[in-house]
């Protein structure tokens, strides 16, 4: 597909490069299925783009056991794709995920399932 001003050769090859991606995915909402695997996934709908995403994750489990680490990459980066996906179609901001992360910072994970487990 012709690439709109939001995508690729840009983006900037650090964490920030997940925020460019959603951009781009976000932009494929309504676009020709034929023209963008994007597209055909939001075509398919919510329950597709669930598999998928789990479907990426098992391949990242497989990849840390069985295969090493530049597999693992490349299918953090399959995994990490469809969750963007999964994030638009879902009507959820990248950014709001960075502010729940960011407050967890300074919270022990073992602090706060214990917090959990008492209430
Ligand atoms: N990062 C990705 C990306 N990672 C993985 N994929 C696609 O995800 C698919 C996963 O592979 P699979 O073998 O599971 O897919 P499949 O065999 O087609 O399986 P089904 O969908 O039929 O179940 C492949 O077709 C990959 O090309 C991606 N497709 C797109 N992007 C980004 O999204 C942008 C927009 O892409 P389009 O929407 O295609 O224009 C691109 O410029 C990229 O930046």
Known sequence: MAAPEADGAAA???????????RVVDSRKGADPAESYTAKLFARGPAKIAQKLGEEATEVVVASLAEGPDAVVTESADLLYHLAVLWAQAGVAPEAVWTELARR???????????????
């Open 105 to 119: 910072f300074g919270t022990s994970g073992l602090e706060e399932k214990a917090g959990r487990t008492a209430e």
């Open 12 to 22: 900037p090859p650090d964490g920030r490069v997940l925020d460019h991606l959603s």
